[in-house]
């Protein structure tokens, strides 16, 4: 089956028009999702939010939302509603801290965390063994799906897997989102990452977690962070383990990955995309026979709206249950 063809919404062809549309102009009126409390091996935990049939068998899709999102982001409910038109069951990850309530540790999420998504996967093998499973990551969210594929080779328990505008070199991107106009994206990540951690220390402070709260006061004065290399090197490399920002992105980033991922999946991506460089995408030769890899022209970053503004369409939620559907 050919690749469905992706025409920019008429008046919304520019990068930064798709990149904002979601987020800023398309309203969604809340899902009736049931929540559930997943308990981490370290102590954490993860919610997750369940959509669709509860059938046994029915079809499940794990959605991963991308950097200071949530399963309330209009991509992820999207997609929720699309594949439960299909009659496929959904479940929305909200990662450590993402769900309206700070996580329990002084750790953070962060783009290489593929270990919450491979404890994640086994909880939901458990609990539905008899529904196929798939995965599909926004962003952040891809590109730990990518990692965690590459991690796990054949043994990921996924039928298949779709990863959408991945930063697939973190070190490159945190460049791209510096020049230009997306440096307004750049202050707007800065401002949701730091009042992140700063709502965990009055979190830990309140609960008089004091060995939480030292932490977090280790890492120092958290002013004057203006840049991802800043706020990485300060906050989610030694919160996480991470030597510096440089091993935290080169352990983290997916293109390193890829060539060892055994599960059937699809990468879109737009050239236009204004958080990652044209170089920064992975070759054919890296690709493995069972990755597919869609390249757009237009799209920006988890945009991909088409039809017109009066009246918008999402690719991403047509293009992808397909995929899943068919299998190409």
């Known amino acids: 089956m050919p690749t469905p063809a992706f025409h920019p919404a008429r008046g919304l062809s520019n990068p930064h028009l798709q990149t904002l549309w979601g987020p800023l102009w398309r309203k969604l009126a809340p899902l009736s999702r049931q929540r559930e409390r997943m308990w981490l091996a370290d102590g954490d935990f993860i919610d997750l939010d369940w959509f669709g049939p509860h059938e046994a068998d029915a079809p499940l899709v794990l959605v991963l939302h991308g950097l200071t999102g949530s399963s309330d982001s209009p991509y992820v409910k999207g997609l929720q509603l699309a594949l439960r038109e299909q009659g496929w069951a959904s479940v929305a990850v909200n990662w450590r801290g993402c769900s309206g309530e700070p996580n329990l540790l002084p750790r953070s999420y962060h783009s290489g965390a593929s270990e919450d998504l491979a404890e994640t996967i086994a909880h939901l093998r458990a609990q539905r063994p008899l529904a196929p499973l798939y995965a599909v990551g926004y962003s952040l969210g891809g590109n730990v799906l990518l990692k965690y594929l590459g991690e796990s080779g054949q043994d990921s328990h996924l039928q298949a897997a779709v990863a959408v505008s991945v930063p697939f070199r973190l070190d490159q991107c945190a460049d791209r989102i510096g020049l230009g106009f997306s440096k307004v994206y750049q202050a707007h990540f800065m401002r949701e990452m730091l009042a992140y951690v700063q709502n965990k220390q009055r979190h830990f402070s309140a609960g008089g977690q004091q060995d939480a709260v030292d932490t977090l006061e280790r890492l120092g004065s958290l002013r004057n962070l203006r840049t991802?290399?800043?706020?990485?090197?300060?906050?989610?490399?030694?919160?996480?383990?991470?030597?510096?920002?440089?091993?935290?992105?080169?352990?983290?980033?997916?293109?390193?990955?890829?060539?060892?991922?055994?599960?059937?999946?699809?990468?879109?991506?737009?050239?236009?995309?204004?958080?990652?460089?044209?170089?920064?995408?992975?070759?054919?030769?890296?690709?493995?026979?069972?990755?597919?890899?869609?390249?757009?022209?237009?799209?920006?970053?988890?945009?991909?709206?088409?039809?017109?503004v009066r009246a918008p369409r999402y690719y991403l939620e047509r293009r992808i249950p397909q995929w899943l559907i068919s299998g190409q």
């Open 228 to 308: 991802f290399w800043d706020f990485d090197g300060k906050v989610t490399a030694p919160l996480n383990g991470f030597r510096d920002v440089h091993d935290y992105y080169r352990q983290s980033s997916s293109r390193y990955y890829l060539g060892q991922n055994q599960t059937p999946t699809l990468i879109i991506h737009a050239e236009d995309d204004p958080f990652v460089f044209r170089h920064s995408l992975p070759d054919a030769a890296e690709l493995p026979a069972q990755t597919h890899f869609e390249l757009h022209r237009r799209g920006g970053h988890v945009g991909f709206v088409e039809g017109s």
